[in-house]
């Protein structure tokens, strides 16, 4: 029986944790969000596609963060968001990695940076994300409009 690639299993992981999660089972769901993310990060730097390995820990993150939300662990959100973030902007600045990956990332990092600002207008101040917009400078203009 031949071995499913990593990206496959990463869809299959997700697929059924969403349904779970739609069905509001968020135990059932958590296990599928992190092995999905599991995945994408142990495929970061291997896989040939990256934008699809990129987009595939981007939405791994952000899945589970959701459904952190969900279960009321609006910190472990917060947390998962910021990681996803910082990932994409040390490796759009790596220049140990393939160009492909770092121009990906720096793609990505716009969604990531977006979910960062819409979680403090739905939330409001969070520390974890206000430190990590600050440290990235991509609140620029921002921070007047979120008082």
Known sequence: ????????????HTRL???????GNHL?????????LLLAEQQL???QDADEVVAALVVACHNLAD?????????NAAT???????????LSHSSHCRNALRVAAL???RYTQMELLSFL??????IAIQTCLDQCHCQEGVSHTLH
């Open 45 to 47: 730097l291997r896989w």
């Open 107 to 109: 793609n990505h990092s």
């Open 67 to 75: 459904l952190m939300m969900a279960m009321g662990e609006d910190s």
């Open 80 to 90: 998962l968001l910021c990681q996803a973030h910082q990932c994409l902007l040390q």
């Open 121 to 126: 207008r739905k939330w409001g101040p969070n």
């Open 17 to 23: 944790a969403n349904h779970h999660f739609a069905e």
């Open 28 to 36: 059932a769901a958590l296990p599928g969000y992190r092995q999905a």
């Open 1 to 12: 029986m031949a071995r499913q690639d990593p990206m496959a299993q990463w869809r299959q």
